[in-house]
Structures are given as structure tokens and as C-alpha cells.
């Protein structure tokens, strides 16, 4: 898929360096409506396991699609969140197709790539870097209306995403979480920044959907 064809989402395309080629399995169609990145740490806690299990069912059953990356943690709890509840998901990665990072996601990834939609922008026999895993995250916020963090320590990964997400003129969502959990600081110090505070799945679909349809 390429940045020239028309099918190519529209969102990613106005984003700062787009990515040129995009490589995929599974239907494209999954990149039409709305679209949430779901993005926390990799190590979350059962709060987080908890906030997830409240929050993102009602948001997929408004048929808005969960956009993450496949990765250990609050990635794989989302796209599994879209899964069990019949919903739409969308995982981007930072290899080639033919690999799977972690490798204990691969039947995730299978499932997803038969039924779902697995992107990424490097050619097959591409393994992971260090450096792909940032510029895969660009892919993840610029495909999204909104970008959800649900858990995620400071100078994380997650806060990566969603600082490019401000970048983009993107809304971002970050679940509050304890003062004394380290995993929290980052999330707690984007709402002290500016971030939405959410609170129930309301908060989600209202960002989400309203922005949609304007």
C-alpha cells in the first residue's frame, strides 16, 4: 500500500513524514471509521488490567476501532479487548510481517492478520531494532483520532506516542492512576499537561465519535 493510492488513510497521510510504503496483512477496510490508539506500559498493573476491562468494551461495541502495537502488556490487552468483544483492531508493528515481537504474540498476530489487519512500514525479512519501535509509534498516533494511555512510567514508550499525538493536533486521553505507582507518573503528568482525564467509556466515545463526524 503505498502513499499514493487511494485507500491509503488519510489521517496517516497528513501527519510529519508519513511513512512512503506501508506492508499489510489482512483487510484494509479496517482503516475506514474511527479509529483509537490504545497505548500503556508493558508491565501494567492489575489496576490497569482492571481500568482496560471497564473501559474499552462499550467503546468497541460503538464500533471504533482499537489501534495498537502488538506489544507485551497493555498492547495485547487491547487488541485482545477488541477480539473478545467483536470488535475491530489494527496492529502495527516494528518488523517485517514474517516476524513477531514478542514471539509469544504470534498466535495474536495470526488471528489478527487473518481477521484483522496487521501493518507495518518495513519489507518482509526486516527483524526488530531498537530505533523502529519509536518510528512505529508515529504510524500508531497518526492513524488514530485519539490516543489513549492507560499506564505508562515517564520517559516511556508510550509517552512517545503520545506526545507525537499532540504533535498532530491529535486529542490525548490518559487514564489517571496512584501517586505512588511509578507506572502512573506518565500519565498522571500528561493530565497535569492537559490531557483528558478519563474516567468512564463515555469520555472515550465522546472524543472519538464527536471528532468523527466533524
Not at 17 to 36: E, I, K, M
Not at 99 to 119: F, K, Q, S, W
Not at 170 to 188: E, F, H, W
Request: glycine share 8%; charged share 15%; proline share 6%.
Amino acid at each position: 500500500l503505498t502513499i499514493v493510492d487511494a485507500v491509503y488513510p488519510e489521517q496517516l497521510r497528513e501527519t510529519y513524514a508519513p511513512p512512503v510504503v506501508l506492508y499489510y496483512l489482512g483487510d484494509l477496510r479496517w482503516l475506514t471509521g474511527p479509529q483509537l490508539a490504545v497505548v500503556g506500559s508493558r508491565q501494567p498493573s492489575p489496576y490497569a488490567l482492571r481500568a482496560m476491562r471497564r473501559l474499552l468494551p462499550q467503546v468497541v461495541r460503538q464500533q471504533v476501532c482499537l489501534v495498537s502495537g502488538l506489544a507485551q502488556g497493555v498492547d495485547t490487552l487491547a487488541h485482545q479487548a477488541a477480539l473478545a468483544h467483536r470488535g475491530k483492531t489494527i496492529a502495527v508493528i516494528g518488523t517485517g510481517l514474517d516476524h513477531c515481537y514478542p514471539a509469544g504474540n504470534r498466535d495474536l498476530m495470526t488471528e489478527l492478520a487473518h481477521h484483522h489487519l496487521v501493518i507495518s512500514e518495513y519489507p518482509w525479512g526486516t527483524a526488530g531494532a531498537r530505533h523502529h519501535f519509536p518510528e512505529r509509534n508515529r504510524i500508531i498516533a497518526g492513524l488514530s483520532q485519539s490516543t489513549l494511555v492507560v499506564e505508562a512510567a515517564r520517559h516511556s514508550g508510550s509517552l512517545i506516542t503520545a506526545n507525537i499525538a499532540l504533535q498532530e493536533n491529535r486529542n490525548v486521553l490518559a487514564v489517571p492512576g496512584s501517586l505512588d505507582n511509578p507506572n502512573s507518573v506518565g500519565t498522571n503528568e500528561l493530565i497535569l499537561a492537559g490531557a483528558k482525564p478519563i474516567l468512564n467509556s463515555e469520555h472515550i466515545i465522546e472524543e472519538v465519535l464527536v471528532d468523527k463526524r466533524l
